[in-house]
């Protein structure tokens, strides 16, 4: 169970996810031949499996946003220094499981923004809290709702 005085603060209204989508390759030329691989014995190995254009599954990417919290949800100050990083979950809309990415480096501090690439077109729940240094998590903050077309 977490220590309430060690939790990090996340607040919603602070939090700016920006969302933008990218717009897939508008290429509608021939499919890609299939690519050749070599193996240790030089010997071409190709992937037969390659989908035309039309039943390629089309996606688009998500650049999400957010600026760093700098107080704990006790009210303490959080130092830019004492964050570890960022988890951030989504789900579409239907799906029952929920997917994360967990974001953290030695300047962990620095992230304020990441992109989720390859979103089909539906409705996307996305939602971020921040860890300190010794792994105590914040609350997630509420679902953002973005549309992916």
């Not at 599954?57 to 100050?77: H, M």
């Not at 130092?79 to 988890?87: F, N, S, T």
Request: hydrophobic fraction near 35%.
């Amino acid at each position: 169970m977490m220590n309430k005085y060690y939790k990090i603060i996340l607040i919603l209204p602070l939090i700016l996810l920006t969302l933008t989508g990218c717009h897939p390759s508008k290429k509608k030329d021939k499919p890609a031949p299939a690519p050749t691989l070599t193996t240790g014995e030089n010997r071409p190995v190709t992937n037969p499996e390659v989908l035309p254009p039309s039943e390629q599954p089309i996606t688009k990417s998500i650049k999400l946003s957010w600026d760093a919290p700098v107080e704990r949800e006790n009210g303490d100050r959080l130092y830019a220094y004492e964050i570890g990083g960022y988890e951030i979950v989504w789900q579409k809309e239907g799906e029952t499981q929920w997917n994360s990415i967990v974001l953290y480096d030695d300047q962990s501090y620095m992230l304020e923004e990441h992109t989720i690439p390859e979103l089909t077109p539906g409705t996307y729940f996305f939602a971020i809290a921040c860890f300190d240094i010794d792994g105590l998590y914040s609350r997630f903050t509420d679902p953002l709702i973005k549309e992916v077309n």
